[in-house]
């Protein structure tokens, strides 16, 4: 199997469209649906899950199926979840009175990816308080291939298991029965009970043609065939004298399959607890699932999970005495699995504009002839990705600085797992170099994307976070055989994975990815894009030194944001952060520091495959980097780091605004551990009245005119991120490495790591959810929810893997 798969990487395209492993192929892979499983196919199998509450006549217009912060849910997360088995997830929906459980388990088999089943039970939030709800799991099928209800059908519904078959080139034939619970009960206490009572407790379905590409609306679909029939049937009771009906009586699918059906609908109404169990059969393993086996799968698969994830994320002996030891465990597992639960698979076209500029970057598009004959927004081919999300609500896609932090996290946990994404990324890299910041792949992702946002623009960067996945791999391979230790680690800024002998390296069970020459074979796949987007930053964000006479040892490397506007560089990531006026001479702190950082990676990388001479090439622009950060960004008057600007009369000058910026060259762990700047830079780190905080440092200095102003986006909320860095540079560097302030990095380090855990998990336990970011003053939760994308990052943080 070794041999296979090392063949498949030696053969794989330019593009590294390598076969997509068998293991990871169905996953419920529809992160913006509370519950949605498909595969990593294009144009293929959709499922979804819906449900309304029939109290009233009122909550089917709130119908849930896509994740929304206006469904005001008290919380919804994955209690644990492992791509390679499946998980378990909880939704708390008060207004309907309903706790929802969905099992997802995988089962290995046969030649098309093997098996699932799932299962959806509820009981009453409130038990005092009656439940009574209505749900509807959907199917359909795009492209080629088809799908039939193989049930017979009934016209006042079924009672039963219900069949479907279907075939599709890459699944083959297959097979889904959703079979019920063995004691759902159904409404019958309600008003004209004996006019409905042949419907009553039976599975109401429908059977729909839809567009190509328009499964993903399935919702608007499916309830607009149920408000038809229940207009038509409701028609009679208008007179409120004689009383409505029931509304389980009335809100019912149709029970009709119209021709050329690829959309199909079930329905189930309950009064109190439920449960069915739906099973997806591939014929080709000859398999039949039963309840049995959700029963001893999911209960093998939540024991596995909390063994292995108890040696892989273990808390801490600072942290396991606590008496919460138990619930910071399990909210440690349930963020884990909500970022691996988040992952989705996208596929689709996207819109690009390489016309499009502000006039400060006029002068880059003159010199650049490539994209003079492009005549604005236009839609790329189709593209797929396999990607975490960094919120399911509100950021249901694919975002390029996120991944990276995404998958230190991910990769700690399955790094198969995470080289999957990572090999869908780097497809995504064209042949200028490029990557959009955001992946707004097909109608469904652009959906969820205000109009302003949806144009990418191809001279557009954003933080380079990639290849420090990367080098966290290869980190992982060299450490795999030294146990647990400071070397094995879910990602590291500032060792140099040069650092952990190449001799030391042997293969982890389970994973081909931790092989030395499955790993080098992987890497050498991928090194040639990742220089081409290497040389891609270097030539496309370059800055300007020796046009306004700056005095800098390197005449070259200095690098500017393309694509800010006049309040705004959303390009950085760091949106409404204070910056100066633009100007197509400011020179950007935090993007040279990203590229001396980028420049480092690239070096381990290419040492890692035996690129010895790029190795080199490497090293000197790091060099030349470092020494620019210095010449062209400290201000010693303000004893810190600064963006630089020029004046009316083309004069440089510092911008300083203290804040995350500020940090860079010390969080990215440029700096040497005896760096004079490295006092000044952690005094403003402790000094409550610049960065620090109980909750975490902020990201604008509450002494700063701007703080909290505006947008308030950046100008003080604490972002876990970048609180990561700051940790990872303390805990990796210069808290252990000799120096001058190596006891004030260990007593900062402390604090604030303290902060950070104590703070994010009291919130989750106040609210249900881990938060986009926090505010500084009362440590609350504010913005995207949930937001497990880098929030999550807190479980390295606990377990210290940074």
């Not at 391979?477 to 647990?484: D, E, Y």
């Not at 293969?507 to 020459?517: I, R, V």
Request: include cysteine; proline fraction near 6%.
């Amino acid at each position: 199997m070794q041999l296979l798969w090392l063949l498949l990487l030696s053969i794989a395209s330019p593009a590294f469209s390598s076969l997509v492993n068998d293991t990871y192929l169905w996953g419920t892979y529809r992160p913006n649906l509370y519950f949605g499983i498909r595969p990593r196919i294009p144009q293929s199998l959709l499922t979804g899950l819906m449900w309304f509450g029939t109290q009233d006549y009122v909550s089917i217009s709130q119908t849930r199926h896509a994740c929304d912060q206006g469904d005001q849910l008290q919380s919804y997360t994955w209690t644990n979840y492992d791509p390679r088995e499946g998980g378990v997830q909880v939704i708390k929906d008060a207004k309907n009175n309903v706790q929802l459980t969905t099992e997802f388990l995988k089962v290995a088999g046969g030649d098309h990816g093997g098996n699932w089943a799932a299962r959806i039970k509820g009981e009453p939030l409130n038990p005092s308080q009656p439940l009574r709800i209505s749900t509807i799991f959907y199917l359909g099928l795009e492209g080629l291939g088809g799908i039939d209800m193989e049930t017979d059908e009934e016209e006042n519904g079924l009672e039963g298991d219900i069949k479907f078959t279907g075939s599709s080139p890459e699944l083959d034939d297959f097979s889904i029965r959703i079979v019920d619970g063995p004691t759902n009960v159904a409404v019958t206490g309600g008003p004209h009970y004996e006019v409905f009572k042949d419907r009553v407790g039976k599975t109401h379905f429908i059977g729909q043609p839809v567009p190509a590409g328009n499964i993903w609306q399935a919702k608007e679909s499916i309830l607009q065939s149920l408000m038809k029939r229940a207009q038509e049937v409701i028609a009679p009771y208008r007179d409120p004298a004689g009383g409505i009906p029931d509304p389980s009586y009335v809100l019912q699918l149709p029970d009709e399959i119209y021709s050329g059906s690829n959309l199909y609908a079930v329905q189930k109404s309950f009064d109190g607890e439920f449960q069915f169990d739906v099973f997806f059969e591939s014929a080709s393993s000859k398999q039949t699932l039963s309840s049995s086996t959700i029963d001893e799968g999911i209960a093998a698969l939540t024991n596995s999970f909390d063994r292995r994830f108890k040696k892989v994320f273990p808390t801490p002996s600072d942290f396991a005495s606590s008496t919460k030891k138990d619930a910071l465990e399990a909210f440690s597992q349930a963020i884990t699995s909500n970022l691996i639960g988040g992952v989705g698979y996208f596929y689709g076209n996207s819109i690009i504009n390489e016309k499009f500029s502000y006039e400060w970057d006029e002068e880059d598009e003159a010199e650049d002839g490539s994209a003079s004959e492009a005549k604005g927004p236009r839609l790329t081919e189709p593209k797929k990705l396999l990607t975490a999300t960094p919120s399911r609500s509100f950021f249901p896609r694919g975002f390029y600085w996120d991944e990276g932090f995404h998958l230190l996290h991910i990769g700690a946990w399955d790094t198969d797992f995470s080289l999957e994404i990572l090999k869908d990324w780097i497809d995504l890299i064209d042949e200028n170099g490029w990557v959009a910041r955001e992946q707004i792949l097909g109608e469904e992702a652009r959906s969820k994307v205000p109009a302003e946002f949806m144009t990418q623009v191809p001279s557009y960067a954003n933080p380079p976070t990639l290849t420090v996945a990367v080098t966290a791999y290869i980190n992982r391979i060299k450490s795999v055989s030294l146990g647990p230790s400071d070397a094995d680690l879910g990602m590291n800024f500032g060792m140099d994975s040069s650092q952990i002998p190449f001799a030391q390296m042997k293969s982890e069970p389970g994973s081909l990815s931790l092989d030395p020459e499955a790993a080098t074979a992987f890497l050498k796949g991928i090194y040639k894009p990742l220089k081409r987007h290497y040389d891609w930053f270097r030539r496309t964000q370059r800055g300007q030194i020796k046009q306004y006479a700056r005095k800098a040892r390197s005449r070259t490397e200095a690098y500017r944001w393309r694509g800010r506007s006049d309040k705004h560089v959303l390009t950085s990531g760091m949106d409404d952060y204070p910056r100066g006026p633009p100007h197509a001479g400011e020179l950007h702190l935090d993007l040279i520091s990203w590229m001396a950082l980028f420049s480092r990676t690239m070096r381990e990388i290419s040492e890692f495959v035996g690129e010895h001479d790029d190795a080199i090439s490497y090293g000197e622009i790091e060099k030349a980097i470092l020494d620019n950060i210095e010449d062209l960004h400290w201000n010693e008057e303000q004893q810190m780091y600064c963006d630089a600007n020029v004046d009316d009369d083309d004069e440089s000058y510092h911008v300083c605004h203290r804040g995350y910026l500020s940090l860079f060259p010390f969080m990215l762990s440029l700096l040497p551990p005896d760096s004079p700047h490295l006092g000044p830079i952690l005094d403003m780190v402790r000094d409550p009245e610049h960065l620090w905080s109980d909750y975490g440092l902020r990201s604008l200095s509450a002494s700063h005119p701007e703080y909290g102003t505006g947008e308030n986006y950046w100008k003080g909320p604490v972002w876990i991120q970048m609180n990561y860095l700051v940790l990872g540079a303390l805990h990796n560097k210069y808290a252990v490495e000799e120096g001058p302030y190596k006891l004030r990095a260990q007593e900062i380090y402390r604090e604030l790591r303290k902060n950070i855990i104590e703070n994010v998990f009291k919130e989750y336990e106040r609210t249900g959810y881990v938060w986009e970011q926090y505010d500084p003053n009362t440590g609350h939760g504010q913005r995207s929810h949930p937001f497990t994308g880098w929030t999550s990052l807190v479980t390295l943080i606990l377990t210290e893997k940074y």
